[in-house]
């Protein structure tokens, strides 16, 4: 018997795939056949997780700290997460306000469960984080795109979110640092945002990752906001899946009770070992963002040799946009074109939304020697695509 005896609900019909994801795993195979590929297209750190935090989780395993926690999270994690923003940005966040979360995915999935009822809508932007429409639909939300230009550096206008507004908008998105495009929001983009009136939901996975200026929070704006945040990216932790979020007070019942039956509670030593992060990490996370900045500068050099640079120069995370939309329409073949004929991995502008395509994300998550091979590889590629 094949196929399936039913039909899926309309949720596991609907969810496109993560695209990203579908050109790794045919790296991968690839790479079983024994051929060499440079992968520039995962947003996944390539430093090893710092040592003070795989030593604060051998001493908690040690100690038999394998148990079940509160579902909002440690008090000793929730409040070192308290501190950290108190100190960075000068903002006030109660411990109570931090439920910690497996990862900032179920952290967003939590959030829109608790503001979305059906046909409500979030305002995100085009490009934008592959799944972040995925979990709007998931809960039976809406998600409403406004196009971000390239001329803009992929920044939103206050002026037309604000014609996107209705009366079922509950949320505005914004991710800065941003994936794909590496933007980072001025105070003065997020005051703009923050006035318009719905929530805003900030994802700041990105915060500490930036080359250029500075970042700030949401919450130095508003306090009708939620915040996701974690460890995955500034820490190197992406396998120890722990993440948090910020909630108005009013929320973070509804939400803990969410957590208690899809999540119970984010792994106990993880946590632990999170305290330290925050704690006593400052210096081996400065030399990631240099070594990630030499990296950047680099990449972006090559990209305008090769003429396929964008206008600005992204300033945050780990992502630049090659533009090659006078090379191809129709970016997800030509992603896979790239990594069948030069053996490099990039990620296809259509993953992240219809104004991404013309563009290839490419990561710097990588060694600056890869780096280096990729792009001489990718270059070989597209002079012999202009060619023909």
């Known amino acids: 018997m094949s196929g399936l005896a039913f039909e899926l609900p309309f949720r596991a019909k609907e969810i496109t795939p993560f695209i990203v994801m579908d050109v790794l795993e045919k790296a991968q195979e690839m790479e079983a056949r024994g051929e060499h590929i440079v992968h520039l297209e ?221 999540f119970i509670c984010a792994p106990s030593f993880a946590q632990a070992a999170a305290v330290s992060a925050l704690t006593e990490c400052a210096s081996y996370v400065t030399e990631m963002v240099k070594v990630y900045d030499r990296r950047r500068r680099y990449l972006l050099a090559r990209l305008k040799e090769m003429g396929v640079a964008t206008r600005f120069d992204p300033v945050g995370a780990f992502y630049a946009l090659a533009n090659v939309r006078k090379l191809t329409a129709d970016t997800y073949s030509f992603a896979f074109e790239i990594l069948e004929k030069a053996k490099v991995a990039v990620t296809p502008g259509i993953d992240f939304g219809k104004n991404g395509e013309g563009y290839l994300r490419i990561s710097y998550a990588n060694s600056l020697e890869n780096i280096r091979e990729g792009l001489a590889r990718l270059e070989t590629f597209l002079a012999e695509r202009r060619r023909s």
């Open 42 to 262: 995962v947003g996944e750190p390539d430093f090893d997780t710092p040592q003070p935090i795989k030593e604060a989780a051998f001493k908690a395993l040690r100690e038999g700290d394998t148990h079940y926690t509160s579902s909002l999270g440690k008090p000793a994690l929730r409040e070192a997460i308290a501190n950290s923003y108190r100190e960075k940005y000068g903002v006030c966040v109660s411990p109570e306000q931090i439920v910690v979360t497996s990862g900032t995915s179920p952290a967003m999935l939590l959030i829109f469960s608790v503001l979305l009822g059906k046909g409500e809508e979030v305002i995100l932007p085009d490009p934008h984080y592959a799944c972040y429409p995925n979990f709007i639909r998931y809960v039976e939300g809406k998600p409403v795109f406004v196009p971000v230009s390239e001329e803009d550096g992929f920044r939103y206008r206050a002026e037309e979110v604000k014609k996107k507004i209705t009366p079922l908008t509950r949320a505005i998105l914004v991710n800065s640092p941003a994936n794909p495009t590496g933007t980072v929001f001025s105070a003065r983009d997020l005051a703009a945002l923050a006035e318009l009136g719905p929530y805003v939901v900030s994802d700041e996975i990105y915060h500490g990752l930036v080359y250029e200026g500075e970042e700030h929070t949401i919450l130095e704006f508003t306090d009708r906001a939620f915040v996701v945040n974690g460890f995955s990216k500034l820490y190197a932790m992406t396998g120890w899946r722990l993440g948090y979020l910020i909630a108005p007070p009013a929320f973070i019942r509804p939400i803990q009770k969410l957590q208690q039956n899809l």
